[in-house]
Structure formats: structure tokens, C-alpha cells
């Protein structure tokens, strides 16, 4: 069974720039998680969706990120414009139901300059 | 509430047993444990869903007090493959999950 896959593995920008990450979960599952993790961190919920509807968004900072899970399956997380602050890994989580095992993908380290 | 997690970090040698705490000071509902490994992403070592609980695979097992709001971890006779960083997260009924800050473990040999 292929796991949780994120691209880019790797990006650095500059701040005020614009970036989008990309996430393909486990097929079949339907609740889809982005997490930010800075540095020596636990990771912090953005954006949970189940299907393609969205369950939580509370800590996601809407003036600049943005996400959306188009057909319930594939993800997408945008920043616009980045701040330094937003240096982190940004992993992709997925899982059959809610609160059940989560599967997280291998991130995308995000560096802001 | 972000869950507090003891100790902050941990070395022991191959053998050695160690405990990681976790404690919240809201109700919780569900405690969740994941393992993550330096530059990779967190794995899922287990759920406890209800007070009293007590899970267990291999040699990491824990438990979940539901009245002291508190969960517990406990790794047995550690391998070297134990290294890493524990994260519990919990919630509450309906919730998101909230992950503590982390327990660093590190195995000597």
C-alpha cells in the first residue's frame, strides 16, 4: 500500500513570495491533516478536511495560508504571501476516520529568507 | 491546551527502562503516541481511548488515566531502534488533537 505523498520535499523562498504544497493521501482515506512543525516542536493542526469538506481551520492563519481538497482525495496548502516565521516542515496526514491512526507523509521543509 | 510532556528529554543505555508522561489539564477523551525519528515523519505507536486503558506492543506499552487527565508511556528493556522523539497528543470528544512540545530519547549502546 503506498503511503502519504508530499511535494516538494524541499523549498526556499523569500519572504513576501508565494508557495503551494502538494498532497496525495492513502487512497481510500477520507480525513486529510496539515501540520506545521517548526524546530523542535510538536506538530501544530492547521487544516483538518473530511472528504472534502473542511472539519477544522481554527489555527490556520487565513490571511496568508490557504487550503483546499478538491474530489475529497488529492491536497493542496498555500502560503501568500510567506514570512520568515513560516520556516518549518509542513506534513500531510491521513486517515481513515477521524481521531483514528494518522499516516503522515514525509513533509516539506519550507525555508523563508 | 497543549499537553505537557515529561521528562523533556531522556539517554539511556540498551536495556534500560524508561517512562514518558503526559498530562493535560483539560478532560481528555483520547490519548495519542507517535514516534518520530530525526528528519522523518512521526509514526503512530498507539491509542487509548478510554480511562484505565492500558495498550501495548513489543515492549512500549502505556496507559491512560482518565481522572488524573494523564497518560503514561512506558518502554521496557530499550533498543537502540527506540531513539527518537515521543509525541502524545490528546483531545477532546470532537476535538483536534493537540501534540505536546516532545520527549527526546536517545539509546546508547
Known amino acids: 500500500e503506498a503511503g502519504v505523498a508530499q511535494s516538494p520535499r524541499y523549498k526556499i523562498i523569500e519572504k513576501r513570495q508565494s508557495v503551494a504544497f502538494w498532497c496525495n493521501p492513502i487512497?481510500?482515506?477520507?480525513?486529510l491533516y496539515w501540520y506545521q512543525q517548526i524546530l523542535g516542536q510538536g506538530p501544530k493542526l492547521l487544516i483538518q478536511?473530511?472528504?472534502?469538506?473542511?472539519?477544522?481551520d481554527s489555527q490556520l492563519p487565513k490571511d496568508r495560508f490557504s487550503a483546499e481538497r478538491l474530489k475529497g482525495v488529492d491536497s493542496t496548502l498555500k502560503i501568500q504571501p510567506a514570512k520568515l516565521e513560516d520556516s518549518a516542515v509542513y506534513l500531510c496526514?491521513?486517515?481513515?476516520?477521524?481521531?483514528?491512526?494518522?499516516?503522515f507523509g514525509p513533509g516539506t521543509r519550507l525555508t523563508v529568507l | 491546551q497543549q499537553p505537557v510532556q515529561s521528562p523533556q528529554a531522556v539517554i539511556l543505555r540498551e536495556g534500560e527502562d524508561a517512562v514518558i508522561n503526559c498530562s493535560s489539564s483539560k478532560a481528555l477523551y483520547s490519548v495519542h503516541w507517535y514516534r518520530q525519528k530525526h528528519g522523518e515523519a512521526p509514526v503512530f505507536l498507539m491509542i487509548?481511548?478510554?480511562?484505565?486503558e492500558q495498550k501495548g506492543h513489543d515492549k512500549i506499552s502505556a496507559s491512560f488515566n482518565e481522572k488524573k487527565q494523564q497518560s503514561s508511556l512506558y518502554l521496557t528493556a530499550s533498543q537502540l531502534s527506540y531513539s527518537g522523539t515521543y509525541f502524545c497528543g490528546t483531545s477532546n470528544r470532537d476535538d483536534k488533537i493537540i501534540f505536546g512540545k516532545g520527549t527526546r530519547l536517545h539509546i546508547l549502546p
Open positions: 496526514a491521513s486517515s481513515s476516520r477521524n481521531y483514528n491512526e494518522q499516516f
Open positions: 478536511f473530511q472528504n472534502n469538506g473542511v472539519v477544522d
Open positions: 487509548l481511548l478510554k480511562g484505565g
Open positions: 487512497s481510500g482515506h477520507a480525513t
